[in-house]
């Protein structure tokens, strides 16, 4: 969502006239785009503006902004604590920038945080930073009005609202003519999406999963991310209908206790999200699951920890994201429930989730090996030019020698070997077909 949002930063800039440049020595401002999801997202932060420290001393002219949730979150004591930032904008206050900017300088700061109701950059045209020219993020809506206990999003992004269908198609359709074949739908809980037109009519999130998926039979359609709570039969039927929308789920979990989820205010049940699975599993068979896990929440026992682990044995996730509860300030859990399970016992109960995960998907990829499988060419691989890869539907990296191959192809490949995040195979044709 944040890579997005630099995409939208980057189109009101250069529609003020501004130029985006790679290389840092280049810069006459720097804008660092923020999360502030956990404690160490922040860390993370500070450390890089420790090191533009330096850059600063030696150029004194070059303005340094803060972007995102940091600067939601923090307002104008960023200032105060990083005294080498001249400027700090949220999230909803992007098409402000440009003014800010000229504001802003000899000594001169500028901080604008204002969330709006309103606000979903729409008509913005994203442009496309580091493109690989294949694959885009689309945001289909803003905010999140959910509420879990231990989230910063509501009060760092501001209340839910859905983007106009008409500019996500207008948006979707452009890529797709200058290219790309793929689009994934952004929203921190997609299935809420719903646009009222002016005439009473409701769009809501399977209505617009097809009216993308039906621009063309060649783009691929994913989006992410889909509450256990809200997700429909409408959306998985939708997704059964259309070849090209991506036969994956990512369903964050949390917690496999319904104390712990209670807790959490997720407002759903263990029951209840087994119950979510076995109806993907029944409407889409073979569809890919993957899975948010936070270990170490307040009060959590080591009973509650063991049906974690268990759900996890029973939903198979073919890739998961997990965390130790990191406890950020003026949440409800901050403000409620006391932090109390001890580091080490997060730590350790992490290792264990991520142990498991690990089995788990290795087994899940090795169930390819000797399978034909249809890939996306995204272009050459991080570590060796000479290969290319890939996704296969279910969301699988695929990797392979580039030979014979372009960047935006459906090509398949012979599976060979495989790690628990990539497999490895050889090019046996290129095909027409998206799926
Ligand atoms: N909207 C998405 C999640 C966005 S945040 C959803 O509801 O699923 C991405 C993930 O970060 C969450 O799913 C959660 O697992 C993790 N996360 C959020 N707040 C956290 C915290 N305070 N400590 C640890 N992990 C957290
Ligand atoms: Fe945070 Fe929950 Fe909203 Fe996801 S749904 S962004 S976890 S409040």
New binding site residues.
Partial sequence: MNFNDSEIVASILQSAGLVATSEEAAADLILINTCS??DKAEQTIRKRLTELRKTKIRRPGMLIGILGCMAERLKSRLLEEERLVDLVVGPDAYRSLPGLVKETGAGHQAVQVLLSREETYGDISPVRLNSNGVTAFVSIMRG?D?M?S????PFTRGRERSRDPRSILRETADLFGSGYREVTLL???VDSYRWVDAGGGVTDFADLLCQVASIDPLLRVRFS???PKDITDKVLRAMAGFPNICKHI?L?L?SGSSRVLELMNRGYSREWYLEKVARIREILPGCALST???TG?CSETESDHLQTLELMEFCRYDLA?M??????PG?P?ARKLADDVPREVKQKRLEQVVALHRGQALESMRRNLGKTLRILVEGPSKRNEKEFCGRTDCNQMVIFPAEGAAAGQYVSVLAESCTSATLRGRLVGETALAH
Avoid: W
């Fill in positions: 999801i956990r999140c959910n879990c231990f989230c910063v999003v929203g921190q809980n991310t889909s509450h990512h964050p949390q948010d896990l936070i929440f994201y965390f130790m509860y990191s406890e950020r949440t859990a």
